[in-house]
């Protein structure tokens, strides 16, 4: 049971913290934590209302139709104007938080 218990010791402390852990000198309570840590980001992704996370899908469904009305090709001076304006809507659809940087 031994080598079973120290290849499954090296191997969660190779999903925590990668290739050669052990050997870091990392404590049990820290990979632990960092496992939880894997868990909790893995739980904002595939179930985020359980997660307290903003419904990014439907965000990112009222930003889509916003993106797809800029013309990258065209960098002329409209190019900037669209831009702001693109930015100011997501402003305005809580895609976007506004930053004030005075």
Known sequence: MGNLHTKFMEDVFELAFGEGAIDKHYTP???LA???EFSDDALKVTHPEEAGVP???GLLATAVPLIDRIDCNDQNDDWELEINEFVYEL?????LEAVNHE
Not at 91 to 95: H, K, P, S, T
């Open 55 to 57: 419904d990014y899908k």
């Open 91 to 95: 402003v305005d659809a809580g895609l």
């Open 29 to 31: 309570d820290e990979v």
């Open 34 to 36: 960092k496992l939880r």
